[in-house]
Protein backbone atom coordinates (compact mmCIF):
# COMPACT_ATOMS: atom_id res chain seq x y z
CA UNK A 1 0.00 0.00 0.00
CA UNK A 2 1.72 3.40 -0.96
CA UNK A 3 2.10 6.00 1.73
CA UNK A 4 0.85 9.35 1.21
CA UNK A 5 3.38 10.98 3.82
CA UNK A 6 6.96 10.95 2.78
CA UNK A 7 9.69 11.69 5.47
CA UNK A 8 10.59 14.93 4.20
CA UNK A 9 6.32 15.96 4.53
CA UNK A 10 6.09 14.38 7.87
CA UNK A 11 9.46 16.51 9.51
CA UNK A 12 8.07 19.82 8.19
CA UNK A 13 4.71 18.75 9.26
CA UNK A 14 5.57 17.51 13.03
CA UNK A 15 8.16 20.97 13.11
CA UNK A 16 5.12 22.89 12.39
CA UNK A 17 2.88 21.46 14.76
CA UNK A 18 5.10 21.40 17.50
CA UNK A 19 5.68 25.13 16.61
CA UNK A 20 2.18 25.85 16.30
CA UNK A 21 0.06 24.26 18.94
CA UNK A 22 -0.02 26.65 21.57
CA UNK A 23 -1.26 29.44 19.53
CA UNK A 24 -4.26 27.36 18.42
CA UNK A 25 -7.05 25.88 21.09
CA UNK A 26 -8.30 22.76 20.99
CA UNK A 27 -11.95 22.14 19.46
CA UNK A 28 -13.78 21.89 22.88
CA UNK A 29 -15.27 18.54 23.49
CA UNK A 30 -19.04 18.64 24.30
CA UNK A 31 -19.33 21.77 22.37
CA UNK A 32 -22.57 20.98 20.83
CA UNK A 33 -24.06 20.73 24.34
CA UNK A 34 -23.98 24.80 24.80
CA UNK A 35 -25.40 25.40 21.43
CA UNK A 36 -29.37 26.00 21.35
CA UNK A 37 -31.50 24.79 18.53
CA UNK A 38 -31.30 28.23 16.87
CA UNK A 39 -27.43 27.85 17.17
CA UNK A 40 -27.01 24.41 15.18
CA UNK A 41 -29.23 25.17 12.92
CA UNK A 42 -26.85 27.78 12.20
CA UNK A 43 -24.05 25.70 12.35
CA UNK A 44 -25.54 23.66 9.92
CA UNK A 45 -26.52 26.02 7.37
CA UNK A 46 -22.79 27.73 7.41
CA UNK A 47 -21.47 24.16 7.20
CA UNK A 48 -24.10 24.21 4.13
CA UNK A 49 -22.67 28.31 2.75
CA UNK A 50 -18.74 27.36 3.03
CA UNK A 51 -18.92 24.92 -0.12
CA UNK A 52 -16.98 27.04 -2.80
CA UNK A 53 -15.34 29.27 -0.24
CA UNK A 54 -14.62 30.26 3.74
CA UNK A 55 -15.60 33.62 2.89
CA UNK A 56 -19.41 32.62 2.32
CA UNK A 57 -19.64 31.42 6.16
CA UNK A 58 -17.78 34.33 7.33
CA UNK A 59 -20.80 36.82 5.31
CA UNK A 60 -23.65 34.27 6.50
CA UNK A 61 -22.37 34.37 10.40
CA UNK A 62 -22.19 37.83 9.91
CA UNK A 63 -26.31 38.46 8.99
CA UNK A 64 -27.10 35.42 11.06
CA UNK A 65 -25.58 36.67 14.20
CA UNK A 66 -28.38 39.48 15.28
CA UNK A 67 -31.62 37.59 14.13
CA UNK A 68 -30.31 33.67 14.50
CA UNK A 69 -33.20 33.11 17.19
CA UNK A 70 -36.19 34.86 15.85
CA UNK A 71 -35.15 33.99 12.78
CA UNK A 72 -34.69 29.60 13.31
CA UNK A 73 -38.78 30.50 15.20
CA UNK A 74 -39.95 32.06 12.55
CA UNK A 75 -39.05 29.22 9.75
CA UNK A 76 -40.64 26.50 12.54
CA UNK A 77 -43.73 28.29 11.45
CA UNK A 78 -43.24 28.53 8.16
CA UNK A 79 -44.58 25.96 5.28
CA UNK A 80 -42.56 24.01 3.39
CA UNK A 81 -42.58 26.75 0.45
CA UNK A 82 -42.16 29.78 2.67
CA UNK A 83 -39.22 28.22 4.23
CA UNK A 84 -37.13 27.82 1.43
CA UNK A 85 -38.44 30.97 0.29
CA UNK A 86 -36.73 32.41 3.48
CA UNK A 87 -33.32 30.45 3.62
CA UNK A 88 -32.95 31.45 0.02
CA UNK A 89 -33.27 35.55 0.89
CA UNK A 90 -30.56 34.65 3.42
CA UNK A 91 -28.52 33.09 1.66
CA UNK A 92 -28.29 35.49 -1.40
CA UNK A 93 -28.27 38.46 0.83
CA UNK A 94 -25.45 37.20 2.62
CA UNK A 95 -23.67 36.75 -0.62
CA UNK A 96 -22.64 33.08 -0.30
CA UNK A 97 -21.47 31.52 -3.30
CA UNK A 98 -23.47 29.01 -6.11
CA UNK A 99 -26.41 30.70 -4.26
CA UNK A 100 -28.69 30.95 -7.52
CA UNK A 101 -30.89 33.94 -8.07
CA UNK A 102 -33.71 31.27 -8.64
CA UNK A 103 -34.81 28.85 -6.25
CA UNK A 104 -35.49 26.48 -9.10
CA UNK A 105 -31.83 25.81 -9.80
CA UNK A 106 -30.27 26.44 -6.11
CA UNK A 107 -29.20 23.43 -4.76
CA UNK A 108 -27.72 24.95 -1.55
CA UNK A 109 -31.51 26.26 -0.68
CA UNK A 110 -32.70 23.58 -1.26
CA UNK A 111 -30.31 21.16 0.77
CA UNK A 112 -31.07 23.52 3.42
CA UNK A 113 -34.43 23.35 3.68
CA UNK A 114 -34.18 19.82 3.31
CA UNK A 115 -31.71 19.80 6.28
CA UNK A 116 -33.61 21.64 8.19
CA UNK A 117 -37.15 19.39 8.19
CA UNK A 118 -34.81 16.74 8.73
CA UNK A 119 -33.46 18.05 12.14
CA UNK A 120 -37.24 19.18 12.90
CA UNK A 121 -38.03 15.63 12.16
CA UNK A 122 -36.00 14.25 15.29
CA UNK A 123 -37.10 16.53 17.42
CA UNK A 124 -35.19 19.58 16.63
CA UNK A 125 -31.44 20.42 16.28
CA UNK A 126 -30.40 19.47 19.96
CA UNK A 127 -32.42 16.39 20.37
CA UNK A 128 -30.40 15.55 16.63
CA UNK A 129 -27.26 16.11 17.83
CA UNK A 130 -27.91 14.69 20.99
CA UNK A 131 -28.84 11.06 19.61
CA UNK A 132 -25.63 11.44 17.28
CA UNK A 133 -23.31 11.65 20.37
CA UNK A 134 -24.61 8.55 21.36
CA UNK A 135 -23.11 6.84 18.62
CA UNK A 136 -19.92 5.01 20.11
CA UNK A 137 -17.88 5.33 16.83
CA UNK A 138 -16.50 8.67 15.65
CA UNK A 139 -16.82 7.68 11.82
CA UNK A 140 -20.20 6.48 12.38
CA UNK A 141 -21.31 9.70 13.53
CA UNK A 142 -19.20 10.99 10.44
CA UNK A 143 -20.97 8.57 8.18
CA UNK A 144 -24.66 9.45 9.29
CA UNK A 145 -24.41 13.10 8.59
CA UNK A 146 -22.89 12.64 5.62
CA UNK A 147 -25.52 10.06 4.55
CA UNK A 148 -28.48 11.93 5.83
CA UNK A 149 -27.77 15.17 5.49
CA UNK A 150 -27.77 16.79 1.78
CA UNK A 151 -24.30 18.71 0.70
CA UNK A 152 -22.79 18.19 3.97
CA UNK A 153 -20.42 15.27 2.21
CA UNK A 154 -17.61 13.49 4.38
CA UNK A 155 -15.36 16.38 4.51
CA UNK A 156 -18.36 18.65 5.37
CA UNK A 157 -19.24 16.43 8.39
CA UNK A 158 -15.86 16.00 9.45
CA UNK A 159 -15.84 20.09 9.71
CA UNK A 160 -18.97 20.14 11.50
CA UNK A 161 -18.66 18.04 13.89
CA UNK A 162 -15.04 18.83 14.90
CA UNK A 163 -16.20 22.75 15.31
CA UNK A 164 -19.07 21.23 17.34
CA UNK A 165 -16.82 19.29 19.62
CA UNK A 166 -18.49 15.52 18.55
CA UNK A 167 -15.05 14.07 17.05
CA UNK A 168 -11.34 14.16 17.78
CA UNK A 169 -9.64 11.64 15.68
CA UNK A 170 -10.53 13.14 12.32
CA UNK A 171 -9.61 15.93 9.81
CA UNK A 172 -11.51 17.90 7.39
CA UNK A 173 -9.31 18.29 4.49
CA UNK A 174 -11.10 21.08 2.75
CA UNK A 175 -8.84 23.26 -0.16
CA UNK A 176 -7.12 25.22 2.25
CA UNK A 177 -5.58 22.47 4.42
CA UNK A 178 -4.78 19.92 0.83
CA UNK A 179 -2.66 23.38 -0.01
CA UNK A 180 -0.63 23.28 2.93
CA UNK A 181 -0.43 19.49 2.75
CA UNK A 182 0.86 19.61 -1.07
CA UNK A 183 3.95 22.16 0.25
CA UNK A 184 4.90 20.39 2.28
CA UNK A 185 5.40 17.51 0.05
CA UNK A 186 2.16 15.35 0.15
CA UNK A 187 1.67 14.56 -3.08
CA UNK A 188 -2.71 14.47 -3.18
CA UNK A 189 -4.76 12.32 -5.22
CA UNK A 190 -6.94 14.12 -7.91
CA UNK A 191 -9.78 12.36 -6.48
CA UNK A 192 -9.22 13.05 -3.09
CA UNK A 193 -12.22 14.62 -2.86
CA UNK A 194 -14.59 11.93 -4.18
CA UNK A 195 -13.25 9.01 -3.11
CA UNK A 196 -13.83 7.58 0.98
CA UNK A 197 -11.14 5.31 0.85
CA UNK A 198 -8.19 7.17 -0.37
CA UNK A 199 -9.72 10.05 1.93
CA UNK A 200 -9.33 7.96 4.99
CA UNK A 201 -6.04 6.42 4.50
CA UNK A 202 -4.21 9.56 4.69
CA UNK A 203 -6.67 10.87 7.02
CA UNK A 204 -5.35 7.88 9.19
CA UNK A 205 -1.68 8.51 8.11
CA UNK A 206 -1.80 11.92 9.29
CA UNK A 207 -3.50 11.08 12.41
CA UNK A 208 -0.52 8.69 13.15
CA UNK A 209 3.06 10.12 11.85
CA UNK A 210 1.76 13.61 12.58
CA UNK A 211 -0.98 13.74 15.37
CA UNK A 212 0.28 11.34 17.91
CA UNK A 213 3.84 11.68 18.40
CA UNK A 214 3.33 15.57 18.52
CA UNK A 215 0.06 15.20 21.55
CA UNK A 216 -2.59 16.62 19.35
CA UNK A 217 -5.92 15.34 17.78
CA UNK A 218 -6.88 15.38 14.33
CA UNK A 219 -9.27 18.29 15.36
CA UNK A 220 -6.22 19.96 16.69
CA UNK A 221 -4.53 19.39 14.03
CA UNK A 222 -7.13 20.67 11.75
CA UNK A 223 -7.56 24.04 13.03
CA UNK A 224 -3.56 24.38 13.65
CA UNK A 225 -3.82 24.15 10.01
CA UNK A 226 -6.46 26.14 9.11
CA UNK A 227 -5.49 28.97 11.25
CA UNK A 228 -1.67 29.02 10.22
CA UNK A 229 -2.06 27.72 6.92
CA UNK A 230 0.91 30.13 5.62
CA UNK A 231 3.25 29.68 8.29
CA UNK A 232 3.52 25.66 8.32
CA UNK A 233 6.76 26.28 5.91
Known amino acids: MSEFVSTIAKRRLRDAINRLKSSVAAPRAGNWKRLSDAELWGR ?3 QISV ?3 AESGARLRNELDPVLADWYEALRAKKQGERIKSIHKMLRNSGVRYVTAS ?4 KKSKAASYNFELLQAYG ?8 L ?3 PEEFWRVGIVSDEMQYIRSKGARDLLIGLGMIENA ?3 DSRLQKVLSRVGI ?4 DLAMNRSKYKLLESELLQKICKPCG ?9 LFNNGKDVV
Open 51 to 53: VGG
Open 171 to 173: IAL
Open 216 to 224: VTGAHFDRI
Open 103 to 106: IDTC
Open 44 to 46: VLV
Open 187 to 190: ELPD
Open 124 to 131: GPKKYFED
Open 133 to 135: AKV
